[in-house]
């Protein structure tokens, strides 16, 4: 997939996850932070928390069962 279409999917909420694959700590380490800062720059704090589960930035994760 192209640069511009996922760009054009997050622009219109097409999307509603991000996920990490993550294994451990220093070949592969979880940055959903720095996904989290970049979304929200682009596409708001609301959607950004959403897709990454990280609220305001900081590393609060949540489920989506609990209430969203």
Known sequence: LGEIAIKNWLKN?????V??????CVRR???MKAVYRVLAEWYGEAYASWLTGIR???NA???RSQGE
């Open 13 to 17: 909420r097409l999307i509603s996850a």
């Open 61 to 63: 994760h949540r489920h």
């Open 56 to 58: 305001d930035g900081r």
């Open 29 to 31: 380490p979880y940055r």
């Open 19 to 24: 996920a990490c694959d993550a294994h451990d």
